[in-house]
């Protein structure tokens, strides 16, 4: 494969590196970029995760951007994460041996086997005068290597079983980019259902008890249900449920 052959309607920008896919991709909307643009790039020198963390980018992963304009207030933009999971585990799913758990982590991760293999990143920013923001949508992919010394479980695909000619790049945002089409006009189609839908069917954890960090303070329950807007819902032990907008599963 020559390049990534992407869906009608898209375009590619391709970059041998950049800082970061989100912020090139971020500077073309502030440009005035339709949606649909892909910003994509063979290295990352200031790859960045959520709440500003570094994002590792060893050579041969995956490091792309969506950039789109769905004419939506921001609370049902910060959804689209939910979108990029489903299409993530969707692209990967068929590349592992079904004896590979691949798990979605609220509210951004992707796990195989419990080992982080792939991190989406959401952003949203707003021309002046303009109704509504465009919207960012990134996703880092372990394809051929592991982040090193990360503070938790991470994988490659290729060390998970996926064969070579579908662990490069070109190949990964080929199946990804026909996959976030497929669920990105699902989801502006107004199918949230089915995207939760697909989005529990792989939750990680789901029905068992967890802890979720919010900033300094810690809560435990049992995740029970995502809502309509994405919130992790969580039951105490007398079976009360409280939603929770920001976090992360430890």
């Not at 982590?105 to 990143?121: E, F, Q, S, V, Y």
Request: aromatic letters at 8%.
């Amino acid at each position: 494969m020559t390049g990534p052959v992407l869906p009608r309607g898209y375009r590619l920008y391709a970059h041998e590196t950049l800082g970061s896919t989100n912020d090139e991709a971020r500077a073309l909307g502030l440009a005035g970029e339709p949606g649909g643009a892909v910003v994509w790039a063979r290295r990352q020198e200031a790859g960045r995760g959520r709440q500003g963390r570094a994002w590792q980018s060893p050579d041969g992963n995956l490091f792309v951007s969506f950039l789109v304009r769905p004419e939506r207030p921001l609370p049902v933009i910060g959804t689209l994460g939910l979108v990029a999971g489903v299409a993530l585990a969707e692209a990967t799913a068929p590349l592992l041996a079904p004896s590979v758990e691949l798990a979605l982590k609220w509210p951004n991760d992707m796990l195989a086997d419990g080992a982080k293999t792939a991190g989406i990143l959401i952003e949203a920013d707003r021309l002046p005068g303009e109704a509504h923001p465009f919207a960012v949508v990134g996703c880092g992919v372990n394809l051929v290597r592991r982040p090193a010394q990360a503070p938790y479980p991470t994988a490659c695909l290729a060390e998970l079983g996926a064969a070579p000619h579908v662990t490069t790049p070109e190949a990964m945002l080929s199946r990804l980019a026909e996959a976030w089409d497929r669920w990105y006009h699902r989801w502006l189609g107004n199918e949230m259902a089915a995207v939760r839908a697909a989005w529990l069917a792989r939750a990680y954890r789901l029905g068992s008890s967890i802890k979720l960090r919010i900033g300094d303070r810690f809560v435990e329950g049992r995740f029970v249900d995502l809502d309509e807007t994405g919130a992790i819902v969580l039951a105490d032990g007398r079976g009360e449920r409280t939603r929770f907008t920001i976090g992360e599963v430890l």
